[in-house]
């Protein structure tokens, strides 16, 4: 018998129950770009264009939106792709800050932009909770569902199932609804310590400081040069404590 295939699919936890039930379904990225774009009054053509500048998933793949995409690895799929989820939302709330607050043109600014990290996630930190959904599929299984590896969408074939777990990303062709397993695991949206500390009103020194003596909690690893990051359920009962004068004032 055939070893069984784990992948790990990111996302909200209200999309993960739906997809448990009704399996990936092709979502209408365009529209969740212009609602955002109307509920923050930005014009939804400068989002896109500003979308469109900053090559973002839903241009410079044509198939976004018609896939489920899916990490070889829980950890890829929890720390990175959760986090953003649901991305398109992510990438127009990025946009939106861009736009209306920041005025950054340079390419390569937005991902050291903390204070435009600490919008974004105050933008959807209180709307989703998220979840990594984890499927178990058979070598057939996953051979049959023309399903296709990395960036470039090359085939799968039993080829490179050798090297599956080297794989940047799985993408299956929607709608799918896989035969095996179905789990969900629940994760915690993480706050870097940059972000932390901006909402603190604390400098790098400052904030160190505070996390040598203990004052926030263990945090998440910083292991393989990854930064120090904390759940935001924690990060908000600091700031609770803050705003009452336990530590410091703190930014909005």
Known sequence: ??????????????????????????????????????????????????????????????????????????????????????????????????????GETDLYHWNLDVPGHAWVTEQMGPHHELAVIEVTLSVDNLLHLDARAGGGRSPITPEILGILSYLAEVAVPLPFRPEGEVRIHHVERRVAWEVFAYWLGLTREEFIARDKAGIFGPGGDDHEGKPRWWPLSVVNAVRAHADAGGICCTRG
């Open 1 to 102: 018998m055939s070893k069984p295939i784990h992948l790990f699919h990111g996302t909200t936890l209200e999309a993960a129950e739906q997809i448990r039930t009704t399996g990936w379904q092709a979502r209408d990225l365009s529209g969740i770009v212009e609602e955002l774009a109307a509920r923050h009054e930005v014009e939804v053509g400068a989002v896109i264009d500003d979308l469109r500048r900053y090559n973002r998933f839903m241009f410079v793949e044509a198939d976004r939106g018609r896939v489920a995409s899916f990490a070889p690895n829980y950890e890829t799929a929890a720390g990175s792709w959760a986090q953003r989820a649901p991305e398109v939302e992510w990438d127009a709330l990025w946009a939106i800050w861009r736009i209306k607050y920041s």
